[in-house]
């Protein structure tokens, strides 16, 4: 009897500490501040941050630069930080600077950033303004920092890396520290200058050995290097630095991939002493210097729509293991597809794999992935899927690996899908949910997308003036799905078999200067040549600044 007891007892203890964790971070409570586009979402931080301010400080939302350097300035004044196109001053900021009765605006950076018409109606409007800049943006950082004073310590950073700088931004608003940039080699003449005549309590550095020289760290005595491997550990090392300034009560989460919306939200954390975390959706805080802290957030406030910021991504913060996204929305890449979106600056690619798994190709494929920590989006068939176990085990790892699944239908038998030349929606649709039914049977949970790629291409239908098609859009609207074609590719599936090297300068030739780019490629049997060329590729679009997505 007391054996029975005893193990009774540990059973429901094991129980209860399993249960706890989850139920703290269950609690956590989370807002979000999002709107259309980033200007909106701007709005959105102010009016749910501010009821009233006597100062606003007006920042560009196309050039960064000057920008990044405002949250302390805005600090010192509580004042939100609004982005403006630099254009015209619209018709949302004007309402909004009126409703909260400001009297004056900071406006960061020269006239070739924020025009002069928008001083111009400030005044207009009755308001107090004043522009803060300098010739350039190290020149701007220092005039922001004049201003400020540096009393109580420093920031240098490079010109050119925005993430870490932002990391930074609501601590060195906390602080009153200003930010002062720097290029990679030397200090601004005015800088060192300004520097060196000043009693420096404290100096933090970010960035050295990769975007800023030691050299330039050692311009004084008392200097800490905060550093990480990449973007989000340095976000995590920095807030460790500052942890005994932060209210951990409320933290601010944004993506680490932009600047736009958590330089807006620098200044709403800074006024309530909160860091801001940075995540791509695969950050798990308990895994990371921050774990000690997480008991104590209640309150998780988003920076940005469901489109940049998803909450699978809030959630896998809070979580011990990756939260794995079966469902994907597609609707801006299909805008993106026919060049109906709004230029944001940011050159985007979304890798996309046809027509497997195959056992022979597709494991190289995420081998590649996995090594250049890049996410793809895979259009499966279903009769590839069923195939064999080990196709079958691959839908598994595809998913694991934070990969997207896109139904590329079951059979791919263009007579059947498209008797006569024609699409047959009915059977078209028959095949999606085959190919849905082979993933849910393996995931062992129901298997949704949004996003079908049709076999030939959406863009071939209408070459063909298909009469369906028409009906077809209908059947794809009433299922919530988007058919998504590509605007770029490395032509392993057109004409003669090509080599890597061929491949590449296809890849090169068709991406030219697109700023968002689907790239199709393919994983089935026989595409050895693609998953020889994948690295490069990958390096090339790297180089020339693309960030990788998947279509969800």
């Known amino acids: 009897m007391f054996k029975r007891s005893c193990i009774f007892i540990i059973g429901c203890l094991i129980i209860s500490l399993l249960f706890i964790p989850r139920k703290v971070y269950a609690d ?26 006597d100062y606003a400080v007006l920042v560009s939302g196309e050039s960064f630069a000057d920008a990044i350097c405002a949250t302390t300035l805005a600090k010192k004044f509580d004042a939100p930080i609004i982005l403006t196109n630099g254009k015209v001053l619209s018709n949302d900021i004007k ?20 025009s002069e018409d928008i001083e111009r109606q400030i005044y207009e409007a009755n308001i107090d303004c004043e522009r803060i800049s300098g010739n350039d943006r190290y020149d701007t950082s220092l005039k922001v920092a004049q201003y400020i004073g540096i009393n109580n310590g420093i920031v240098i950073a490079s010109g050119e890396d925005f993430p870490d700088i932002l990391s930074i931004a609501p601590m060195a608003a906390i602080k009153g520290i200003p930010i002062l940039l720097t290029d990679k080699h030397s200090l601004n003449d005015n800088i060192k200058s300004y520097i060196g005549n000043s009693v420096i309590e404290k100096c933090y550095v970010l960035g050295v050995d990769s975007t800023v020289s030691e050299d330039i760290a050692k311009c004084t005595s008392n200097y800490k290097i905060l550093n990480g491997v990449d973007r989000y550990e340095t976000n995590q090392k920095i807030i460790d630095e500052f942890s005994n300034d932060i209210n951990f009560g409320s933290v601010y989460v944004a993506t680490g991939e932009g600047f736009a919306d958590a330089l807006s939200g ?17 950050v798990l805080l308990l895994k990371t210097v921050l774990a000690s802290k997480i008991s104590s957030i209640n309150e998780m406030r988003v920076l940005g729509g469901e489109e940049i910021m998803p909450d699978e991504a809030v ?24 060049n109906n979106f709004e230029s944001d600056g940011r050159k985007i690619v979304f890798l996309t794999f046809d027509d497997g798994p195959s056992t022979t190709v597709t494991p190289q494929i995420l081998d590649i992935l996995k090594n250049n920590d890049v996410k793809a989006t895979f259009f499966l068939l279903g009769s590839n899927i069923e195939a064999n176990e080990e196709s079958k085990k691959l839908v598994i790892r ?3 690996d934070g990969h997207a699944i896109g139904n590329h239908t079951y059979t791919h038998e263009l007579k059947i899908i498209y008797p006569g ?24 949970e129901e298997f949704k997308t949004r996003i079908t790629r049709m076999p030939g291409g959406y863009m ?17 609207r009433e299922n919530n799905m988007y058919s998504i074609d590509w605007n770029a590719y490395d032509g392993d599936a057109e004409g003669g078999r090509k080599n890597a090297e ?13 700023e968002k780019v689907i790239l199709l490629m393919h994983d089935t049997y026989g595409k050895e040549e693609t998953a020889k060329a994948l690295p490069r590729i990958i390096q090339f679009l790297k180089d020339y600044g693309y960030e990788f997505r998947t279509i969800k």
């Open 315 to 338: 959630q896998t913060l809070l979580s011990d293991k990756k939260i794995v996204r079966y469902t994907y929305d597609a609707e801006k890449v299909s805008r993106m597809l026919q």
């Open 95 to 114: 309402n909004e600077l009126t409703r909260l009765n400001v009297r004056k605006v900071f406006i960061i950076g020269a006239s070739g950033v924020i």
């Open 460 to 476: 071939s239908r209408k070459y063909y003036n298909d009469p369906n098609l028409g009906t077809f859009n209908a059947v794809l």
């Open 266 to 282: 620098s200044a709403a954390a800074a006024k309530i002493n909160s860091p801001i975390i940075f995540t791509d959706g695969n």
């Open 502 to 514: 061929q491949l590449l300068e296809e890849v090169r030739n068709t991406v030219g200067n697109k």
């Open 421 to 444: 030349n024609k699409v047959d929606s009915d059977k078209y649709m028959e095949e999606v949910r085959e190919t849905n039914n082979a993933i849910s049977s393996i995931i062992g």
């Open 398 to 400: 595809i998913l694991q």
């Open 28 to 53: 956590t409570i989370q807002k979000r501040f999002g709107g259309s586009d980033r200007y909106a979402t701007s709005l959105s931080i102010c009016k749910n941050n501010w009821n009233k301010s």
